[in-house]
């Protein structure tokens, strides 16, 4: 990554007046290069200046750290795709660890299959994986798919940080493992998660699957949540799939969340753990669902400069400041 360089005659210093720039594929596979040689960016800022269509180029995913402030400005990442069927490293990211903060930014026909691998812990997010930073106002579409073994999910796993104004929107398959969730599937880690929104249809296979997290810490917590998503897997009991949150008998700190009435789990609207602090999360209609009133009033989302509702009865909410002629 380039440690210093001038644009219009403006030093790139890497601060938050004078940050690195992301300006085309190149000099992002050039700054993923640097964390997979240990370089965590620790107190530097980047900035991305362009969408950026990564087809036709091999994104590197290995396991990296990023202790930086991220800045999308609301551009677009699309065309991605990690193809990884002979895994040698435990997770497959397009950031690795975060621990600094990632925000403003769109991910958009992402398409990540991942072939598990015994002998490793094959964790795919397709942001994060671990980490205790920030991420933020990040809309992610496409497919993603892992087969057998260990966690995945449409944001990060394993990650013990703060996740807040996202929005997910996966075709999505897990086979056996640890399952997936649409946001984070974080097994024994403490994280929170707030004011998102998760969408699309979730397979989990043998295994599980949830619409906003998996999680097995009971000081966890999910507020402000909604689930538009239909979910599918065959685990069934206390661990199974949900319309929110579960995985295990303990159950993390649920506040205010809701799911569309009429969402199926595993083929049926769900008839137990109904209710805004319960695994499905309360019901809401469709009507209500695509209502400013009741993300503002009920959910307490910022709707005046966070997200919108571009067709008030017609259109569910999306965030603010992208471009969606993706």
């Known amino acids: 990554m ?49 969408n950026i269509d990564f087809t036709g180029f091999t994104i590197p995913y290995q396991n990296a750290v990023y202790e930086g402030h991220f800045h999308g400005n609301y551009k677009v990442f699309k065309n991605i795709i990690i193809d990884d069927k002979a895994p040698t490293f435990n997770s497959t990211a397009l950031f690795g660890s975060v621990n600094g903060i990632l925000e403003n930014l769109a ?24 980490g205790n930073g920030i991420i933020r106002k990040v809309y992610v579409q496409g497919i993603i798919i892992q087969k057998v073994n260990y966690e995945l999910a449409g944001i990060a796993t394993q990650f013990s940080g703060l996740i807040e104004n996202c929005v997910v929107d996966f075709v999505a398959t897990k086979d056996g493992g640890y399952g997936y969730a649409n946001i984070i599937n974080s097994r024994a880690q403490q994280f929170e998660v707030r004011n998102c929104l998760s969408k699309g249809t979730i397979n989990g296979g043998s295994g599980n699957a949830f619409g906003i997290c998996r999680t097995e810490n009971s ?27 579960g995985g295990h008998a303990n159950t993390p700190q649920l506040i ?62 999306r965030l603010r400041g992208f471009n969606y002629t993706f």
């Open 219 to 245: 000081s966890a917590k999910i507020s402000n949540c909604v689930n538009l998503a239909t979910i599918n897997a065959t685990l069934a009991g206390t661990v199974g799939s949900k319309r929110i949150a």
């Open 2 to 50: 380039k440690q210093s360089r001038r644009l219009m005659g403006k030093p790139e210093l890497g601060t938050e007046e004078f940050p690195f720039l992301i300006e085309n594929v190149f000099d992002y596979i050039a700054f993923r290069n640097e964390m997979i040689i240990g370089n965590t960016f620790s107190g530097i800022h980047h900035k991305v200046t362009n």
């Open 107 to 130: 991910f958009i026909n992402v398409y990540i299959n991942r072939l598990g691998k015994a002998g490793i812990n094959n964790n795919t997010g397709a942001i994060g994986y671990g």
């Open 256 to 317: 205010n969340n809701y799911s569309l009435d009429t969402a199926l789990l595993n083929n049926a609207i769900p008839t137990i753990d109904i209710g805004a602090s319960l695994r499905n999360g309360a019901n809401a209609t469709e009507t209500q669902l695509k209502s400013l009133a009741f993300y503002r009033d009920t959910m307490g989302w910022d709707m005046d400069t966070i997200w919108e509702i571009v067709s008030e009865d017609i259109t569910y909410p």
